[in-house]
Each structure stands twice: as C-alpha cells, then as structure tokens.
C-alpha cells in the first residue's frame, strides 16, 4: 500500500507560481508512474501531467504545456509539479496519483492505483 501526500498548494495571484510536492511512503513508488490531476469547482477532475517511473518521459495537458513542469526525485520518494505563469482557471484541488509500471519510459494514462487527498490550489485575477 502507498500512501501519497500533497503538499505547496495556496492562494497566489495570476502570473505566479507555486511548486506542489508528492511524497509518498514507499521507496517502491521508484516502480510506478506518478501524474497530477485536478479537480475545479463544479467540473470533473481531469488530467494535469504524468511522468514514468524513471523520470525519462513525461507528458502534459494542452492546458498546461509551457507552464507546468512534472518532475521527480526517487531518492526522496518525492514527486513535484512546478506551475508557472498561473490563471485563475488553474484553481482547483490538485492530486498526485501513482500506478505500477514494469516499464522504466511508460506514462502513466488511467487507472491509477493510489491518489493522495489533494491540495488547493487558488490564483486570485
């Protein structure tokens, strides 16, 4: 079982930035892929980024292209997303995911296996 905790959400104006961290409780997390999703008020939650378990290959929402960058550091058993130059249409509760790979490149896409509990994320206009 792994745990995954978020954590840096907060209030920041548009054109800020915010770096949220994923820890989690196994240092087999090194074996799964890790991605971001968010949720806004009254919307589904949708996919942010992801990365493989090797860090090698990442890939991003349209909305997020250039802004974010999804990164990880499987020493520390930690996963990051770097959000730069926000939008007030970024404000949402984010969650880190996890889902086991056997693939060191693979991306992780759907059915994930653990979610954390989220961090809020506001961007004031």
């Known amino acids: 079982q792994v745990q995954l905790v978020e954590s840096g959400g907060g209030l920041v104006q548009a054109g800020g930035s915010l770096r949220l961290s994923c820890a989690a409780s196994?240092?087999?997390?090194?074996?799964?892929?890790m991605a971001w999703f968010r949720q806004a008020p009254g919307k589904e939650r949708e996919f942010v980024a992801a990365i493989s378990r090797s860090g090698g290959s990442t890939y991003y929402a349209d909305s997020v292209k250039g802004r974010f960058t999804i990164s990880r550091d499987n020493a520390k058993n930690t996963g990051y997303l770097q959000m730069n130059s926000l939008k007030p249409e970024d404000t949402a509760v984010y969650y880190c995911?996890?889902?086991?790979?056997?693939?060191?490149?693979?991306?992780?896409?759907?059915?994930?296996?653990?979610w954390g509990k989220g961090t809020q994320v506001t961007v004031s206009s």
């Open positions: 196994e240092r087999t997390v090194s074996t799964y892929g």
């Open positions: 995911a996890a889902k086991y790979s056997p693939y060191y490149n693979q991306i992780p896409s759907d059915g994930m296996d653990y």
